[in-house]
């Protein structure tokens, strides 16, 4: 890749990143609000946000604060949606507003993702380093 095709990926990094922290404030969790789209030549092909499943209250927390277990992630959302498309996912690249967990990751990696573009690095590393193993490019920019 040429300097400037790089220039030019770097910018469109951050642009879809930034619309994916835009995405994310359509969360109803209090504790964290995580946005992600999926992107496939240069066309979004979907997006999601934390929250709970269809068909239920949009309360994600329970009364001590920590979050229900049925809480689904961002990643998730969007790999279940553009599922449900006729899209494909395949050699698409997700951009997160958090580094995805172990569970996250084992969907990006059989939904054909090729690149995860982040912005937060959560605490626990081991989704990255899963997808790293099978070859997914991962890209952190912690500045936007």
């Known amino acids: 890749m040429s300097l400037m095709e790089a220039s ?15 995405w994310a ?7 964290r609000q995580v946005g992600a789209i999926l992107v496939k030549d240069d066309m979004i ?8 499943p269809s ?16 809480v689904l992630h961002a990643e998730a959302n969007a790999i279940t949606k553009v599922a449900r498309s006729n899209n494909s996912s395949q050699d ?3 951009y997160v507003t958090a580094s995805p967990c172990m569970e996250c990751s084992k969907l990006i990696i059989q939904a ?3 690149r995860v573009v982040f ?10 380093d899963l997808m790293r193993q099978v070859g997914i490019e991962i890209v952190h ?3 936007l």
Not at 10 to 20: P, Q
């Open 8 to 22: 030019k990926q770097e910018l469109l990094d951050r642009r879809y990143l930034r619309m994916a922290t835009i």
């Open 25 to 31: 404030e359509n969360s109803y969790c209090v504790r």
């Open 45 to 52: 092909i979907s997006d999601g946000y934390n929250g709970t």
């Open 55 to 70: 068909g239920m209250e949009n309360v994600c927390e329970d009364e001590d604060g920590l979050t229900k277990p049925y």
């Open 92 to 94: 698409s690249t997700l």
């Open 112 to 114: 054909g993702v090729k």
């Open 119 to 128: 912005h937060d690095l959560y605490r626990i590393t081991d989704g990255l």
């Open 141 to 143: 920019i912690a500045d």
